[in-house]
């Protein structure tokens, strides 16, 4: 790694030794419902039509923060995650919420991601989750390269960076701060005690969850390292990596991809774009397969069976309806007596074929939301 390069790695990690982050209480727990979309059979299956065996699943957490691993551990408990961050106090977080859970299918490892194939050798992963980590990372390039050959065949990641569009008022506080020399948060609190009723800076604050603790107003303008992109710099990055899109998931996202990318275009024309980019990302040379499995899809032949993460918390809830929190980029849907009455036939496979024309559109709906997943028969 470059001495600049490297030099900026120090400073990120020395921001996140000092302001943790996501910073929850220690005692803070999540429902076993809202961790279904993490959960790695039901992605492996949505993506390539193949049920995998949970005990040889691999899960890759870069930079995982203080509290992913926990929920990640949750969605797959017979997984093995490797949990890999800068930051030592993040990472300490991490392992005590995770512990506190009983939860102890996760390896933590402090380093750097650009430093993650050496790291970690001849392994690769089924899937890695980089969520909010890359923009922070001055040799960008290498990251995503490094997802790249850290994915095994048919795996993919989820991906999260900022929008230049939808983080422009915040980019433009961030860069006031460094002219200001505001570097710790008590100073910044008290200017934003100060932020005048419609101001541009008032107006961020309130349009923005993370300005009302500490560690999100430290991680939204005072960090040391924040880069954004327009959606085609980020695809040309991802090309790049020979990656590529599979589902984009932030709020409002469409399932099309051309359709999305399309709408995204719209918006960043109009700058009208609010969301940051979260997808789905996956390597080019498996192209081939996710192209077979859409084919034998299509044709109809498929077994449908519960995700395992709704199938625990089925009943958990006996009377009160479920409704997980939407984490694939749209409001779920409830699922409520005889939602649970007709999920709870999927305990074990069903074969597509066998679904009564009555229950189609449902069926697939919780199939949209991943609540039921589909593998070849
Ligand atoms: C904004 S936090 C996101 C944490 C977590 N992914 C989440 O979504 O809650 C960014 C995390 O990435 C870590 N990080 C930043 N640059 C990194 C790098 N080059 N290698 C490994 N971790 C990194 C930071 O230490 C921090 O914990």
Not at 76 to 97: E, F, G, V, Y
Not at 226 to 244: I, M, N, P
């Amino acid at each position: 790694m470059s001495d600049d390069f490297s030099a900026m790695s120090m400073t990120v990690k020395a921001h996140y030794e000092k302001y943790v982050y996501p910073d929850f209480p220690r005692l803070a727990s999540v429902r076993v419902c809202d961790t279904y979309a993490l959960n790695l059979e039901s992605l492996w299956a949505r993506f390539n039509g193949e049920p995998l065996d949970p005990t040889l699943s691999r899960i890759l957490l870069a930079g995982c923060g203080s509290f992913s691993p926990y929920p990640t551990a949750v969605a797959n408990p017979k997984a093995r995650i490797t949990a890999l961050d800068l930051s030592k106090t993040n990472l300490r977080k991490a392992k005590q919420h995770t512990w506190l859970h009983l939860r102890f299918n996760v390896d933590f490892i402090e380093g750097d991601l650009i430093e993650a194939v050496d790291l970690f050798g001849e392994e690769s992963f089924h899937f890695i989750d980089c969520y909010g980590v890359i923009h922070h990372m001055r040799d960008d390039a290498s990251a995503w390269q490094t997802l790249h050959t850290l994915l095994k065949p048919g795996a993919f990641a989820r991906i999260m960076v900022y929008s230049r569009q939808a983080r422009r008022s915040i980019q433009a506080i961030r860069w006031a701060m460094r002219l200001l020399q505001i570097q710790d948060v008590r100073k910044l609190k008290a200017l934003c005690r100060s932020a005048k009723a419609g101001s541009r800076f008032r107006e961020c604050l309130d349009a923005t969850p993370e300005a009302a603790f500490d560690a999100g107003l430290a991680d939204l303008f005072l960090h040391p390292y924040a880069k954004t992109y327009t959606l085609d710099a980020l695809l040309k990055k991802l090309g790049r990596a020979g990656l590529e899109p599979l589902l984009f998931i932030h709020p409002g996202a469409w399932a099309d991809i051309d359709a999305e990318m399309a709408r995204l275009r719209t918006l960043e024309s109009e700058r009208a774009l609010t969301a940051n980019f979260i997808l789905f990302a996956g390597r080019q040379e498996d192209a081939w397969m996710r192209r077979g499995w859409e084919h034998l899809k299509a044709r109809r032949a498929t077994c449908i069976s519960l995700n395992p993460v709704i199938r625990k918390a089925l009943p958990l809830f006996p009377i009160l309806p479920l409704k997980p929190a939407p984490k694939l980029g749209f409001e779920n849907p409830a699922i409520d007596l005889c939602g649970k009455l007709l999920l709870s036939r999927f305990k074990k496979p069903v074969s597509r074929s066998s679904i009564e024309p009555a229950h189609l559109e449902t069926v697939e709906k919780y199939l949209q939301a991943l609540f039921l997943i589909e593998t070849v028969s």
